[in-house]
């Protein structure tokens, strides 16, 4: 992985990514590595192939053999991070439709970069709980984790405690468990009722007592 975690380079690549896609730059694949100058230390050879690959598929409208690529580099421990943020930005209702069996696939780290998709578009409100509520019972704790992670700032919704509660029924794993009720007993909720509901609480505390 070039980004090493660090957030400076995260930021970096979201802004580049950006401009590769950008009109000024479309279909001008030599600006991938001038627009790269200066962020050595983030990104290697192989993160500028991956970009140079996406000015050119989708400039020449095909997208469909660039997700195949994206896929594999999903495999791929050294660029999961880069084609995980690379697939988000390219997201769309659109493309979403082209992303059929993303979410069934067997490495984890495919349906996680779906789900990112997934919640990029439920944030502007063009997919509902019901899209995602598969994943919520996906057999990786790294996508469930995922998926309550990023739903957790919209646990006032009915909708997204609805889901919280259900899974709550059923998850065995401890940090997401925690997770889901902190999401449900947090402040934003409480603000927004003017105060906690002692009901609701003890009925997801019963909830959690049916596990060790």
Known sequence: MEIKGDEDCQLALYKIISQLLSEEYRGNKSRVGEILNGYDECFGEDVASLLSDMVFYVENGEVEKFLDILREKLRDKKLRDEATLILRELCSRELLDRLEGWGEDLEPSVR????????????????????????????????????????????????????FIEMLGRESRGEIRNLILEALSSKTQAEASGKLDERFLSKIIKKLRRFP
């Open 112 to 163: 996680i970069a779906y789900l990112k998709c997934l919640l990029k578009l439920f944030d502007r409100g063009e997919v509902g709980v019901e899209d995602l509520a598969p994943l919520a019972e996906d057999p990786s704790p790294k996508v469930r984790l995922a998926l309550v992670s990023s739903l957790s700032i919209y646990a006032e919704r009915e909708d997204v405690k609805k889901l």
